[in-house]
C-alpha cells in the first residue's frame, strides 16, 4: 500500500509541471535621467525584423532557476517613444526616427558555480529624410557576464548598449 501511495505522489508531483503556467520576465526599457535640449527629433517609428518576435529569449528565475521567457509586456513602440518623450524638451525640431531591431536575444547558462549570461543585439537607426530613411547609427554587439546570478545584470546591461554614430 506504501508503495502504491509513494508512487501516486511522485507521479502526481512530477506531472505538476504539466500543467504549470509558462513563466516569463518583462524587458522594460530604462528611461534616460537627461535631457536632450534642441534635438533634432521629436517622433519614432519601429520596423520588428527580428525571426521570432514573440519573445527575446530565456532566463533562469528563483530559488530552482525556472526557465522563464523574456518578453515585450509594454509593446516595444510604446517604450521607444516613452524614451523619446522623456529625453526630448519643448525645444525639439519636428524630425522622425526609425528604429529597426534585427536581433536582440538574452539566455543564460548554469555551471557548476557560476552562471553565464549572454546577449546578442543588432539594430539600426535611420533618419527621415523627406520621403525616404537615411542610416545615422548602428549596433552589432555580442557579451557574456559571468556571476553567481545573472539574471539582473543580464537585463540591466542589456539597456545602455551604445549605438556606433555613423
Not at 15 to 32: G, R
Request: glycine share 4%; aromatic share 10%.
Amino acid at each position: 500500500m506504501n508503495k502504491l501511495f509513494i508512487a501516486f505522489l511522485m507521479i502526481l508531483l512530477l506531472s505538476s509541471n504539466l500543467f504549470a503556467q509558462e513563466l516569463t520576465e518583462e524587458y522594460k526599457i530604462v528611461n534616460p535621467k537627461y535631457k536632450i535640449s534642441k534635438s533634432l527629433y521629436h517622433a519614432i517609428k519601429f520596423i520588428d525584423s527580428r525571426i521570432d518576435t514573440s519573445n527575446i529569449g530565456t532566463v533562469q528565475i528563483g530559488l530552482m532557476n525556472n526557465e522563464a521567457k523574456v518578453i515585450f509586456k509594454t509593446p516595444f513602440l510604446s517604450q521607444l517613444q516613452n524614451v523619446m518623450n522623456s529625453i526630448t524638451d519643448s525645444s525639439a525640431k519636428s524630425g522622425e526616427l526609425l528604429f529597426q531591431l534585427r536581433q536582440f536575444s538574452l539566455s543564460e547558462l548554469t555551471g557548476t558555480f557560476t552562471e553565464k549570461g549572454f546577449c546578442n543585439l543588432r539594430a539600426i537607426l535611420y533618419s527621415k529624410e523627406d520621403s525616404n530613411y537615411k542610416k545615422i547609427a548602428s549596433i552589432d554587439t555580442f557579451f557574456i557576464i559571468k556571476s553567481m546570478d545573472v539574471t539582473n545584470p543580464l537585463l540591466k546591461t542589456s539597456h545602455y548598449c551604445p549605438l556606433k554614430i555613423n
